[in-house]
């Protein structure tokens, strides 16, 4: 199984400019996937997840075009190859009638 990180420009910092992390492990979930990423870049962790481990509120992680939010978590369980976006929260913009579409546009215009 392979894990493919997508790393928003904030936090490449923290991955030596790399906004793309590939891991070859087999996680169970996304909190497994995310130790392993911390296990390599572990700047990163402080900035995904709060002292008590949970993700922090301007933070968005998605497996595929899914917020882990409403997945399961950290628990959200992995079929296969996953693709796992960190996302900045976003606010703002034109309201109502001039949004991008929501959760999915916000993923489509951070990975370009």
Known sequence: ????FFIPGYLRTFTDGRS????????RTV????EALWSL???VRDRIVTELGQVRPHVNVFVGNESIRFT?????????DCEVSIV????????????????HAELTAFRG
């Open 1 to 4: 199984m392979t894990v493919v």
């Open 20 to 27: 793309r992390i590939d891991l070859d492990a087999s996680p």
């Open 31 to 34: 909190g497994e996937a995310l």
């Open 41 to 43: 870049h572990p700047g």
């Open 72 to 80: 399961g978590g950290l628990a959200t369980p992995f079929d296969g």
């Open 88 to 103: 900045p929260a976003v606010s703002g913009g034109a309201g109502e009638s001039g949004a991008a579409g929501g959760k």
